[in-house]
């Protein structure tokens, strides 16, 4: 293992955003921890992606099985991520569902609820909390000039109401706040952090719902007209993770075509 490539561990890398991030840390020099939930065949895709855009011989691209909403497989991912890749530089909290049945509000079930929470807001916050503590407490060395970085890949939904998909909009909401937290809380410690909002991406999650967007779209819900794609979020991580962002711990920074932007 060639201890000087910095290490980012993606959740939710084997699909779509991850996907997307993993192929543009692999171009940056990364090593990284991918880790899906049962897609191993997708999982093996984003590797041999990676590979595709390694620029050093002594990158690794290692595929980590576990269940964001899961304390166990979470523990066991962080540990793994040191026994393989020795390090973790950028913890990047990509992974993310959304209520397996839309529902309106007034018809949100208990179990969805907590499904959609355990994944998107408690997993980002304490999985955090491991990867922050071994900073703190370990110290080891940074590998890149500006430190260590975490970045929390959100949506729009963290301000945009979505009646029959609350459950999905308050995690994402909750998780705006964690992103907050986790910045005043390692800003005096050299550590950065961010939130991406990403708009309408085109990935597995929105697929079902293509002609729907896309008309949309069309009629310019979305101001530069066209979908996002998961390379425009790995730009953006990558961006942040090199430190192009020095001054800006706790940014939101929407990916979303300008779609947040107020219009009469």
């Given at each position: 293992?060639?201890?000087?490539?910095?290490?980012?561990?993606?959740?939710?890398?084997?699909?779509?955003?991850?996907?997307?991030?993993?192929?543009?840390?692999?171009?940056?020099?990364?090593?990284?921890?991918?880790?899906?939930?049962?897609?191993?065949?997708?999982?093996?895709?984003?590797?041999?992606?990676?590979?595709?855009?390694?620029?050093?011989?002594?990158?690794?691209?290692?595929?980590?099985?576990?269940?964001?909403?899961?304390?166990?497989?979470?523990?066991?991912?962080?540990?793994?991520?040191?026994?393989?890749?020795?390090?973790?530089?950028?913890?990047?909290?990509?992974?993310?569902?959304?209520?397996?049945?839309?529902?309106?509000?007034?018809?949100?079930?208990l179990e969805s609820?907590?499904?959609?929470?355990?994944?998107?807001?408690?997993?980002?916050?304490?999985?955090?909390?491991?990867?922050?503590?071994?900073?703190?407490?370990?110290?080891?060395?940074?590998?890149?000039?500006?430190?260590?970085?975490?970045?929390?890949?959100?949506?729009?939904?963290?301000?945009?109401a979505s009646i029959?998909?609350?459950?999905?909009?308050?995690?994402?909401?909750?998780?705006?706040?964690?992103?907050?937290?986790?910045?005043?809380?390692?800003?005096?410690?050299?550590?950065?952090?961010?939130?991406?909002?990403?708009?309408?991406?085109?990935?597995?999650?929105?697929?079902?719902?293509?002609?729907?967007?896309?008309?949309?779209?069309?009629?310019?819900?979305?101001?530069?007209?066209?979908?996002?794609?998961?390379?425009?979020?790995?730009?953006?991580?990558?961006?942040?993770?090199?430190?192009?962002?020095?001054?800006?711990?706790?940014?939101?920074?929407?990916?979303?075509?300008?779609?947040?932007?107020?219009?009469?």
């Open positions: 293992m060639n201890e000087t490539s910095p290490v980012a561990l993606i959740t939710g890398a084997s699909r779509g955003l991850g996907r997307g991030i993993a192929a543009r840390l692999a171009s940056l020099g990364f090593s990284i921890g991918i880790n899906y939930v049962n897609n191993s065949s997708a999982a093996n895709e984003t590797v041999a992606l990676c590979k595709e855009h390694q620029q050093k011989a002594g990158q690794r691209f290692i595929p980590m099985k576990a269940d964001m909403g899961i304390r166990q497989d979470r523990n066991a991912l962080f540990e793994k991520t040191l026994k393989e890749l020795g390090r973790v530089d950028a913890f990047i909290s990509n992974a993310g569902i959304g209520p397996k049945v839309r529902a309106d509000i007034a018809e949100t079930s609820f907590e499904e959609v929470m355990k994944v998107n807001l408690e997993a980002p916050f304490f999985l955090t909390q491991l990867i922050a503590n071994y900073w703190l407490k370990e110290k080891p060395a940074p590998v890149l000039p500006n430190g260590f970085t975490v970045v929390f890949n959100s949506s729009i939904s963290a301000d945009t029959n998909r609350g459950e999905y909009c308050i995690s994402k909401a909750g998780l705006a706040m964690v992103s907050q937290l986790w910045a005043v809380r390692l800003a005096a410690e050299g550590i950065r952090v961010y939130e991406l909002r990403p708009g309408i991406m085109e990935t597995d999650m929105t697929s079902g719902a293509q002609a729907k967007y896309d008309k949309l779209i069309a009629e310019g819900l979305v101001p530069q007209k066209r979908w996002g794609q998961p390379e425009d979020i790995g730009r953006a991580v990558g961006a942040l993770l090199m430190g192009e962002f020095p001054y800006s711990t706790g940014e939101v920074i929407h990916i979303d075509g300008g779609f947040h932007l107020r219009r009469l």
